[in-house]
């Protein structure tokens, strides 16, 4: 099976993955401290990044940094990036793996939604907005319940 038809199934990897890591870095945040969680998966990151640079004979190469018109993008990720996995871990230590894994799904709306904004790339659909809609409902009775629940 060639890599291009594979990949339809890397989604599904990805959240058995993402799954396992919520359920298991939130029992680890009983014992471990936050920071110690983020140094985990910044190891565990490079390593991913070397071994797909293996597997696809794909040098790391960071002179798009230096080179690229648009150079600022790739700064914006990194902070976007700290940003967004400091709010994970602390969720997780803070939260439980389901609620903050059901909240956090709202990415998945909000990615069309910044595509648009920052690119002009329309990537949605009629049954994505649907579909979109009744997952932000449905967080928003998630929040409203746990908020109910902390009270």
Not at 14 to 39: D, H, K, M, Q
Not at 99 to 110: D, F, M, Q
Not at 134 to 144: C, F, N, P, T
Request: hydrophobic share 55%.
């Amino acid at each position: 099976m060639e890599m291009k038809s594979f990949a339809v199934y890397l989604p599904f990897f990805a959240a058995i993955g993402w799954g396992a890591f919520y359920a298991i870095n939130a029992r680890n945040y009983e014992v471990l401290s936050v920071p110690t969680g983020l140094v985990m998966q910044a190891l565990s990151l490079i390593c991913s990044a070397l071994i797909i640079s293996m597997v696809l004979k794909t040098p790391i190469d960071f002179s798009p940094f230096v080179t690229h018109p648009q150079k600022m993008w790739f700064i914006i990720v990194i902070g976007v990036g700290i940003l967004a996995s400091a709010s994970l871990h602390l969720s997780l230590k803070f939260n439980t793996a389901t609620y903050t894994g059901l909240v956090e799904i709202l990415y998945v709306i909000l990615i069309p939604l910044f595509a648009y904004l920052f690119f002009g790339q329309k990537q949605l659909n009629l049954s994505m907005m649907i579909g979109g809609a009744l997952m932000l409902s449905g967080a928003a009775v998630i929040i409203i319940g746990q908020l109910q629940k902390s009270s």
